[in-house]
């Protein structure tokens, strides 16, 4: 059994090194991580591969157990693939209509510039995600539809929070990206490396 320990490693890191034993072929690896969020993504990653998964919450850490049989198709291919959709996905979390704190009318003119400014610089966040009174920028009479449609066509993940569209009775006014649920919302970004509040 090939021991890891990614206890105070930031994501990807713990993918990485497990997935380094991976292509060597171990059949089965204790990898020890110190938070949720590592512990979710080496779960998924060895998952993936068709590893078994046990996990223990200890006092010195969260030990993760991938188990495999048989070592099956090529395990190193399957993980190049998987590595890739691990901890590369960045994005945007928008909870407001307006950007910044003070004049209302000077924060919609700031996330107006914001999201156009967004939509005119390479590369593109992998996502963004409205929740609250930022799913009004994704509906009818919004100053930003086009930028955020731009970003959509250039294949960038928008999603509005459902609930949030429905306390605003605005759903049906929806008119770029889809509506998401909170699960969803949450396993997007558990599985980027980097999420920006906004």
């Known amino acids: 059994m090939k021991l890891v320990d990614a206890r105070g490693l930031a994501c990807p890191q713990p993918v990485i090194l497990t997935k380094k034993e991976t292509d060597l072929g171990e059949l ?3 990898v020890i991580v110190d ?3 590592a512990k979710q993504n080496v779960t998924k990653f060895g998952t993936k591969l068709q590893y078994d998964i046990k996990s223990e919450n200890k006092e010195d850490g969260i030990y993760i157990t991938l188990s495999k049989v048989n070592e099956g198709e090529s395990i190193e291919e399957a993980a190049e693939v998987v590595i890739e959709n691990f ?5 945007y979390v928008i909870a407001t209509d307006k950007l910044g704190k003070g004049s209302d009318d000077l924060g919609k003119i700031l996330m107006k510039s914001f999201l156009y400014t967004l ?3 390479k590369p593109y966040p992998d996502f963004l995600i409205f929740l609250n009174s930022g799913v009004k920028l994704t509906t009818s ?11 959509k066509e250039a294949g960038v993940k928008i999603v509005s929070c459902g609930t949030c569209l429905d306390f605003f009775e605005i759903k049906s006014n929806l008119q770029v990206g889809a509506i998401s649920n909170m699960y969803d919302i949450i396993e997007t970004i558990t599985e980027a490396y980097k999420v920006i509040n906004i």
Do not use: R
Request: hydrophobic share 15%.
């Open 28 to 30: 089965k690896i204790t």
């Open 35 to 37: 938070n949720d969020t």
């Open 87 to 91: 901890c590369t996905k960045s994005g």
């Open 119 to 121: 939509s005119e610089t």
């Open 141 to 151: 009479g919004s100053d930003s539809l086009e930028d955020l449609k731009k970003l």
